[in-house]
């Protein structure tokens, strides 16, 4: 399970949404001095963001909490939305070439730009199809418990 924490800013039914504070593991890289990803990832950070999870727990307004996605979930997400508009894109290459010998680079390209439009819009309805889906839904696993300042004696 991979963990976050953020604050719940508003309830809606069985969902809360939850702002997150945004950042880039760059922080803790090493080489975070000497790597373009950092000096890009400092350029465009957002600061913060707002997701819709599950409130299992009934978590309230303004309370500090813990959320939770399934590695597996952001895996297939990621899968999905890297690899398959790309091997609808080479896929349809591949498929015009087959078909149509010679072909132009100009089909070729409008082929591929075709499938890559193909993958885009097989992506949309896979994420329409899982936006319900609670195996790809964010929870939230616990609220944030602060220990007590003070003196003890």
Request: proline letters at 3%.
């Amino acid at each position: 399970m991979i963990e976050e924490q953020g604050q719940v800013v508003a309830i809606d039914s069985e969902y809360a949404w939850v702002e997150t504070l945004q950042s880039s593991s760059c922080g803790q890289c090493v080489a975070r001095k000497s790597c373009g990803t950092a000096a890009l990832s400092s350029v465009f950070d957002r600061g913060t963001a707002k997701v819709r999870v599950l409130n299992q727990i009934q978590a309230k307004i303004g309370e500090q909490v813990i959320l939770g996605l399934n590695e597996n979930a952001l895996l297939r997400g990621a899968f999905a939305a890297y690899f398959m508009p790309i091997l609808m894109m080479l896929v349809s290459v591949g498929l015009i070439r087959w078909l149509w010998q010679p072909t132009s680079e100009l089909i070729e390209i409008g082929a591929g730009l075709m499938g890559f439009a193909v993958g885009l819009f097989w992506l949309r309805r896979f994420s329409h199809q899982i936006a319900s889906d609670a195996r790809y839904q964010p929870v939230i696993l616990r609220r944030v418990v602060f220990p007590l300042s003070g003196c003890h004696n």
